[in-house]
């Protein structure tokens, strides 16, 4: 019989027992990202010949314009989510405010997901890798009423599964439920999702710091201290260190995962809270690099510990191997 790698399909059904809660709900959750993530991989590797590229001239609720492929993603993932009946609301880095759900079929909705549908959209009209990025809560009031902003302020670590979708040279799903972290990897001839990368772990040190240097005058001097440690010349530690930084979250993430590294976003006098939202990239994120065997924090705090206080609040970001987020906190939180 031939060893073919394993569906995405077939890997959640082996594991339903790994999600704690009823064992379709995991499958059903999955599976509408999975079809969104087919649909969003479609368009995308198309941008270059139809007119879906450049602004739509709307501002998003961050003031930052929006590419066309943003409105699109946004809309495939909010369908998909929607047609299956087991999310009862959605927040989106798209959207100003969460969207309800509340047909029928929602009566019983016991999750809410929240998105950031194309990160690093602005880098697609030069073909650079996006990224989608999702985290998947528990509602926290009474199933069969509309969804509460306080099903949407969770800290990350009441996450009950998070992952994202990479549209690189190939498209990946990346994900985890709490029981470590599996990478899949899309077949485009049989449109499927085929399990690629099983159980996978962040070396704990890496040589890869992924910084964005062109803000070095406005961070605060532990983080210039930092990343001049990075730069310093130490053969016993492989320093100096390789500077790699796509300007897209979930390839920098993705990379550093593979083969070890540190990604930052600190705060500056150009972002005094950082750039990065908490809810729906850092929360996520933070829970794969846990997951992974790496660590995530604001530059004091672990990042799922987090209250959040408002849907899309900025928080800075450390995030990736071990000992490397250890020592960068030895010098930002000097
Ligand atoms: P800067 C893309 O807009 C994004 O959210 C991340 O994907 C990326 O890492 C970061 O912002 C790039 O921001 O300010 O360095 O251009």
């Known amino acids: ?24 709900e995991l499958s059903q959750l999955l599976s509408s990202i999975r079809l969104a993530s087919k649909i969003v991989t479609r368009e995308i590797r198309k941008a270059g010949l139809t007119d879906i590229l450049g602004a739509s001239g709307i501002e998003n609720v961050q003031g930052e314009t929006q590419m066309k492929l943003d409105d699109e993603a946004n809309d495939i993932f909010l369908k998909a989510l929607k047609n299956r009946g087991i999310v009862c609301g959605v927040a989106s880095e798209e959207l100003d405010d969460f969207i309800v759900f509340d047909e029928e079929k929602h009566s019983d909705s016991k999750y809410v997901v929240l998105m950031d549908p194309l990160d690093g959209s602005s880098n697609i009209d030069v073909n650079v890798s996006v990224g989608t990025i999702f985290s998947i809560y528990r509602r926290i009031t009474p199933a069969g009423q509309p969804a ?23 498209t990946m799903l990346v994900y985890t439920t709490g029981k470590g972290v599996n990478g899949f990897t899309l ?26 240097t062109g803000n070095y005058l406005k961070f605060p001097q532990g983080v210039k201290d930092y990343i001049d440690y ?90 990736g191997s071990k000992n490397m987020v250890e020592k960068a906190m030895s010098y930002v939180t000097e």
């Open 187 to 212: 077949e485009p001839s049989l449109g499927t999702f085929q399990l690629s990368h099983p159980n996978m772990q962040m070396p704990a040190d890496g040589k890869i710091y992924s910084v964005n």
């Open 230 to 319: 990075c730069q310093d010349v130490d053969a016993e530690t492989n320093r100096p260190y390789t500077g790699r930084y796509i300007g897209s979250l979930v390839s920098d993430f993705h990379r550093n995962l593979l083969k070890g590294g540190i990604y930052f976003y600190p705060q500056g006098t150009n972002a005094p809270k950082g750039k990065l939202r908490l809810l729906y990239e850092c929360n996520p994120l933070a829970f794969l690099a846990e997951q992974a065997g790496g660590i995530a924090t604001d530059g004091k705090h672990r990042i799922l510990d987090l209250e959040p206080t408002e849907l899309h609040q900025r928080v800075p970001f450390f995030v």
């Open 1 to 24: 019989m031939n060893n073919r790698p394993q569906t995405l399909g077939e890997f959640i059904i082996d594991h339903q027992r790994d999600f704690d809660y009823a064992s379709g």
């Open 148 to 170: 509460k902003l306080e099903d949407f302020l969770q800290p990350g670590k009441n996450q009950v599964a998070a992952g994202y979708v990479v549209y690189g040279s190939s």
